[in-house]
């Protein structure tokens, strides 16, 4: 069974930074495409940012663009998500999630698009 999990979550004040790992348990996944997506209390699931399997394409959210930053370590079947100058807008519990494209170069920024997905991981930005 995969899993993806995720790790780095935590409290922290504005303007700080955090930043997340999802490691995924099976090797095949080295080139899928990746995201991290987030949902706050009352509020629908959102997406946050992308990750060609390739590693070369990225897209991000307005509300975080120039601020965090994705990347990803085939190698350790890992993607990362650096966050910094943080928010209290930008407490939630984030998400990673994973898919098989065709093309190593595809983005997916929907939630439909992906069919695997991490627990969780908790990030709380206080002022």
């Known amino acids: 069974q995969v899993q993806l999990v995720e790790s780095g979550g935590g409290s922290v004040q504005v303007g700080g930074s955090l930043r997340l790992s999802c490691a995924v348990s099976?090797?095949?996944?080295?080139?899928?495409?990746r995201g991290w997506f987030r949902q706050a209390p009352g509020k629908e699931r959102e997406f946050v940012a992308a990750?060609?399997?390739?590693?070369?394409?990225?897209r991000y959210a307005d509300s975080v663009k120039g601020r965090f930053t994705i990347s990803r370590d085939n190698a350790k079947n890992t993607v990362y998500l650096q966050m910094n100058s943080l928010k209290p807008e930008d407490t939630a519990v984030y998400y990673c999630?994973?898919?098989?494209?065709?093309?190593?170069?595809?983005?997916?920024?929907?939630?439909?698009?992906?069919?695997?997905w991490g627990q969780g991981t908790q990030v709380t930005v206080s002022s």
């Open positions: 990750i060609s399997g390739s590693g070369g394409d990225t």
């Open positions: 099976r090797r095949t996944f080295s080139f899928y495409a």
């Open positions: 999630a994973a898919e098989r494209t065709l093309s190593i170069t595809a983005i997916l920024a929907t939630i439909g698009g992906y069919n695997y």
